[in-house]
């Protein structure tokens, strides 16, 4: 019992984590494939767009032209282009151009795929956050009331703080009307960057957990602040830090917007209605012939090793091939043993087969002893099943986690 209690417990956890591996990577192909085809859908419609966009800048011509009277500007502009044409060519850029940087509206096509896991996966795993993903958790919970209760739950009630500009030119289409397929893509899509953020976590995972779970609290950091802060250079007062830190901060803000009217290497732009700072790239620097030169030496003394002659090495300094043993726990009797694992550890690892590494003029290196060695000591397709002594005698080894883990 204590034992399925143990593997109750961890398997929890390596299970959740599993869960939002594949979380991670379905969202990612989804918006990769999404743009993806939204990229091939420009490319089809460049043409149209150029076309239509040559011919309105005839037409700015003209406008800039001061030859042309304003009372007869329309009549110039109608002679070069019909109206009928223009017409289409605003029509044609309005409805080609993009003022976003991503392609949601193509997300659709995979909906019918996040409908088969989004509904096990709210009811199963319980999202936490900071106060910066408290939007995001709150439409989780909302979608996760949305599939216990549909009829009693409607989309006008969805929390719309988790919307982002672009998101809400899809989802919410009209004023009070929601989308319900761009609303879950977009807490998908937010849940997957707060996860990285570290801004929303799952308490029992390791990969995805709280990254505060393992700090000091209470009494244990009450009792280690004064060496860490000695050790770091800081003082225990959190107040002073702060203080001294802000003082910084405005000084290099102050000293920054000082010095931004004289420097050439610093302007800020006006980027779809939003001031940006822009730097201009740093200027190149060439490698000294001193730094050349010590490259070429330092890779001259490098020895060139093949795999198994660095395998073979890092045994003869641990003897760490010496700690494997057979499945059945009997003793081995036979020469060169550790060349023999060497070599099927080697297959294993490069996923290469037996047959590359065998050697018929060495003993240790034929196909029947490495076939043996496999079937006794590295069960085929199970690199985790690396036998290790136990009882009494038995002593940890530092090579033992790696290799038990292939």
Avoid at 173 to 201: I, K, N, W
Avoid at 230 to 254: H, V
Avoid at 322 to 339: H, K, N, T
Wanted: include cysteine; proline fraction near 5%.
């Amino acid at each position: 019992m204590a034992t399925l209690a143990a593997f109750v417990w961890v398997y929890e956890s390596v299970a959740q984590d599993d869960a939002l591996d594949l979380l991670n990577q379905l969202i990612t192909l989804r918006l990769a494939r999404a743009e993806s085809r939204g990229d091939k859908q420009r490319l089809h419609t460049l043409p149209a767009l150029d076309a239509a966009a040559l011919r309105l800048r005839e037409m700015g011509l003209i406008v800039l032209d001061s030859s042309h009277a304003d009372d007869k500007l329309r009549a110039a502009i109608f002679a070069l282009i019909p109206q009928k044409q223009l017409e289409q060519d605003v029509a044609t850029v309005g409805s080609l151009s993009r003022d976003e940087d991503n392609y949601y509206e193509y997300l659709l096509g995979g909906y019918a795929q996040v409908r088969r896991f989004l509904p096990q996966l709210l009811r199963t795993i319980v999202f936490e956050g900071t106060s910066a993903g408290r939007p995001v958790l709150e439409a989780l919970e909302f979608l996760r009331t949305l599939e216990d209760n549909p009829k009693a739950t409607s989309m006008d009630a969805a929390p719309r703080e988790v919307l982002t500009p672009a998101w809400r030119q899809l989802a919410e289409p009209r004023e009070g009307s929601l989308d319900r397929r761009f609303y879950t893509f977009c807490v998908l899509e937010r849940l997957q960057d707060g996860l990285h953020r570290r801004d929303l976590f799952v308490t029992r995972s390791e990969r995805w957990g709280d990254p505060r779970a393992k700090l000091l609290r209470g009494e244990a950091w009450e009792a280690a602040r004064a060496s860490v802060c000695r050790t770091l250079d800081r003082k225990p007062d959190a107040t002073s830090e702060l203080a001294a830190l802000s003082q910084q901060l405005d000084e290099a803000y102050r000293r920054t917007a000082a010095s931004l009217p004289s420097n050439s290497d610093v302007c800020i732009e006006r980027v779809k209605g939003k001031d940006r700072l822009s730097l201009s790239p740093l200027d190149k620097l060439d490698e000294p012939p001193s730094l050349t030169s010590l490259k070429e030496r330092v890779a001259s003394l490098l020895p060139r090793v093949d795999l198994p002659d660095a395998l073979l090495e890092i045994h003869a300094l641990t003897g760490f091939a010496d700690e494997f043993s057979q499945v059945s726990e009997a003793d081995a009797r036979v020469e060169d043993l550790a060349l023999s694992i060497c070599a099927v550890l080697i297959a294993e690892a490069c996923n290469i087969g037996l047959v590359p590494v065998a050697r018929s003029d060495v003993a240790a290196l034929t196909y029947a002893r490495l076939a043996w060695v496999q079937q006794n000591y590295l069960r085929p397709g199970d690199p985790g099943s690396c036998q290790r002594p136990s009882g009494e005698g038995a002593r940890p080894h530092p090579f033992d986690e790696s290799l038990g883990r292939g």
